[in-house]
């Protein structure tokens, strides 16, 4: 019961059936568990004010001649007795909205923080970060971001790690030509009789520092490209392998190998000229340097089915590799056990998988016959066919 109705309600049972009536109602029980001793009335001589002059929680009830002053006195009050029964369950409603969205904001808030705290790390330089078991069992949008997440950081630490293997390789490979310039000047301080054998020497450690730096920088030059910068031009890759077998038959010939190579069709495609002809020309030289004297290099090119590509077989019967060591012959500086006596620091076939790659292409290797290496280039000539 509210107070306005109850003052109502007040003056009209004193109009009605005067004072006595209006105190049983005022002691009964009900009314009492509402407002207590906050309600009252006494009689008042004369002639009742006017309705307007009255304050809103007071009456003034005319009754058997008698002036009836009714006065209560409203208990302070709570939030739900502004809101009518209607507006009670809007306020619920509202309510409980505003937990659900504290709750769906700290839902997606929480994961979002770890993500900005592992980016954060990896700014840092803490690549060996992962956050997928920070936000639990989650199976939605923000799962995947995190598993991504983990990814990048993988392939980050990964790169990060070649990135200093890389470094220490190269300062490795410096250091050899270096030392033995080093250990060619000594010589000269001690006797310079020997004067012209130490200059040659110097010549050649000067030259082989020279085409490392060349082949580090061409390496690096790769692998910041991408395939579409590649300029192109209109090339027969028959002619073009004929031309590096013409040249590396030369070099061969110091060892007496031979290489066989059927020049007879042509096939023509969009690539970059300088960048096909250096791949080949390593491959094909790769396997001159670790064939035996008196062995034998076969090229063998062929079209796919649909003609969309052109593979490229270089088969030499050089001693070959081991399985272990096919998974690491195209890394940079990687030299397999039989390369202890070759000369170079292992660049040829890391040059050459960036250049075919490039062109969006593959290169593989593989062994036959426990001897002996294959070296499989595919190339794809769509969309690049003329």
């Known amino acids: 019961m509210f107070g306005q109705e109850t003052l109502n309600l007040a003056d009209a049972i004193a109009r009605k059936s005067g004072n006595d009536a209006l105190q049983v109602f005022i002691e009964s029980d009900l009314l009492q568990k509402e407002f207590g001793s906050h309600i009252s009335s006494s009689i008042i001589s004369g002639a009742c004010p006017a309705i307007t002059q009255v304050p809103s929680n007071e009456r ?14 409203f208990p ?9 029964p209607l507006g009670r369950p809007v306020f619920a409603a509202t309510f409980m909205s505003l937990l659900s969205a504290l709750w769906l904001a700290r839902y997606f808030l929480q994961p979002l923080e770890i993500l900005k705290t592992g980016l954060k790390s990896l700014a840092k330089g803490n690549f060996n970060t992962r956050i997928s078991g ?7 949008e923000i799962a995947t971001v995190a598993h991504d997440f983990d990814q990048s950081a993988s392939k980050l630490e990964i790169l990060n790690q070649s990135q200093k293997r ?15 310039l080093r250990a060619a000047t000594g010589v000269l301080e001690k006797n310079t009789s020997r004067l012209p054998i130490m200059l040659e020497r110097i010549n050649r450690e000067c030259n082989r520092l020279d085409s490392l730096v060349g082949e580090i920088l061409t390496l690096a030059q790769l692998e910041t490209d991408q395939p579409q910068s590649l300029e192109k031009q209109r090339v027969d890759i028959i002619e073009l392998i004929a031309a590096i077998v013409s040249d590396a038959s030369f070099e061969g010939q110091a060892k007496n190998i031979s290489i066989q190579f059927d020049a007879s069709k042509s096939i023509m495609a969009q690539v970059n000229e300088e960048l096909l002809t250096r791949a080949i020309e390593n491959v094909i030289r790769n396997s001159i340097k670790f064939c035996d004297a008196g062995g034998h290099i076969e090229i063998v090119t062929s079209l796919s089915p649909d003609k969309q590509n052109l593979n490229i077989r270089i088969k030499d019967d050089g001693p070959g590799l081991d399985e272990s060591e096919l998974e690491t012959i195209f890394k940079p500086f990687t030299k397999s056990g039989n390369s202890i006596d070759k000369q170079g620091a292992g660049l040829g076939l890391s040059i050459a998988q960036r250049a075919i790659e490039l ?4 290169i ?23």
């Open 60 to 73: 003034f009830a005319p009754s058997k001649g008698e002036c009836i002053h009714i006065v209560i006195e």
């Open 134 to 140: 920070m936000i639990g069992k989650r199976s939605d």
């Open 364 to 386: 593989t290797a593989d062994s036959y016959d426990s001897h002996g290496l294959i070296i499989a280039i595919n190339l794809p000539l769509q969309p690049f066919a003329a």
């Open 76 to 84: 302070p009050l709570s939030l739900f007795d502004f809101l009518s």
């Open 166 to 180: 890389l470094f220490h390789d190269i300062s490795h490979e410096l250091r050899s030509p270096l030392s033995r």
């Open 359 to 362: 062109h969006e292409g593959q």
